[in-house]
Antibody, heavy 124, light 107 residues
Framework: EVQLVESGGSLVQPGGSLRLSCAVSGFRFIDHYMDWVRQAPGKGLEWVGR??????????EYGASVKGRFTISRDDSKNSLYLQMNSLKTEDTAVYYC???????????????WGQGTLVTVSS | DIQMTQSPSSLSASVGDRVTITCRAS??????LAWFQQKPGKAPKSLIYAASSLQSGVPSKFSGSGSGADFTLTISSLQPEDFATYYCQQYKSYPLTFGGGTKVEIK
C-alpha cells in the first residue's frame, strides 16, 4: 500500500524557518517525482514545487510565491522528501501536502497519491 | 502561467442527479488535466488523469472528457459520499495550476 506521511508542521514566527518531512512507503521512492502542494485555511489548492528523481538529476521546480525561499530535497536512502521553508510569511500559513508523481501515457507527470497533510501556521 | 477556471463554483444537487463540472484552461493543455475530490478536513483524492482516464479504484460513475482547453467532470448518479469539493489541475507546464474548486452540496 502506498503511504505518504507528512510531519514537521508547527507555529512559527514571521521571518522564521521550518523543515517539513514526507516519509513514504509501499513503492520505490527513488523512481518517482515528488511534489508539495499547500492549502491555506478555507482556500483552494496551490502547487508549491517539485523534486525530480535521481534519473533526472534531482532537479527542482517552484511556484513563484515560494521561489528563493523554499527548497525541496530528498533522501532516497530514507524514503523521505523534505521542504525547507525560510523567510516565512503569514501568507505561507497552510496545510502542506506531499504528493507522488506518476507518468501518464504521454509521459507527463500527474499526482496519484497524497499524504494527509501537516499544518504550518506563521504568526507572531 | 496557465489559468484554470472552474464552473460553477458551487452547486446543489440531489442524490441520484447527474452532475457536470466544467474546467477551462487559459491556453491549450492537450489532455494534461487531472481531477481531484476533497472532503472537509481530508487530503485530496485523485479521480481522473489525462482528462479521461479513471484512476485505479475510482468508481465508474466518475468520468472525464475534453481536450485542448475545455474539460468536464461528470458524476453519473450522485451518492451521499460524493458531496465534496472538486478541483481540476493542469500538469502540462510549470507552474502547475489548479482550478478554484467546485463545491457540490446536498439540495
Amino acid at each position: 500500500e502506498v503511504q505518504l506521511v507528512e510531519s514537521g508542521g508547527s507555529l512559527v514566527q514571521p521571518g522564521g524557518s521550518l523543515r517539513l518531512s514526507c516519509a513514504v512507503s509501499g513503492f520505490r521512492f527513488i523512481d518517482h517525482y515528488m511534489d508539495w502542494v499547500r492549502q491555506a485555511p478555507g482556500k483552494g489548492l496551490e502547487w508549491v514545487g517539485r523534486g525530480r528523481n535521481k534519473a533526472n538529476s534531482y532537479t527542482t521546480e517552484y511556484g513563484a510565491s515560494v521561489k528563493g525561499r523554499f527548497t525541496i530535497s530528498r533522501d532516497d536512502s530514507k524514503n523521505s522528501l523534505y521542504l525547507q521553508m525560510n523567510s516565512l510569511k503569514t501568507e505561507d500559513t497552510a496545510v502542506y501536502y506531499c504528493a507522488r508523481g506518476v507518468l501518464d501515457y504521454n509521459n507527463y507527470v500527474w499526482f496519484d497519491s497524497w499524504g494527509q497533510g501537516t499544518l504550518v501556521t506563521v504568526s507572531s | 502561467d496557465i489559468q484554470m477556471t472552474q464552473s460553477p463554483s458551487s452547486l446543489s444537487a440531489s442524490v441520484g442527479d447527474r452532475v457536470t463540472i466544467t474546467c477551462r484552461a487559459s491556453q491549450d493543455i492537450s489532455n494534461c488535466l487531472a481531477w481531484f475530490q476533497q472532503k472537509p478536513g481530508k487530503a485530496p483524492k485523485s479521480l481522473i488523469y489525462a482528462a479521461s482516464s479513471l484512476q485505479s479504484g475510482v468508481p465508474s460513475k466518475f468520468s472525464g472528457s475534453g481536450s485542448g482547453a475545455d474539460f468536464t467532470l461528470t458524476i453519473s448518479s450522485l451518492q451521499p459520499e460524493d458531496f465534496a469539493t472538486y478541483y481540476c489541475q493542469q500538469y502540462k507546464s510549470y507552474p502547475l495550476t489548479f482550478g478554484g474548486g467546485t463545491k457540490v452540496e446536498i439540495k
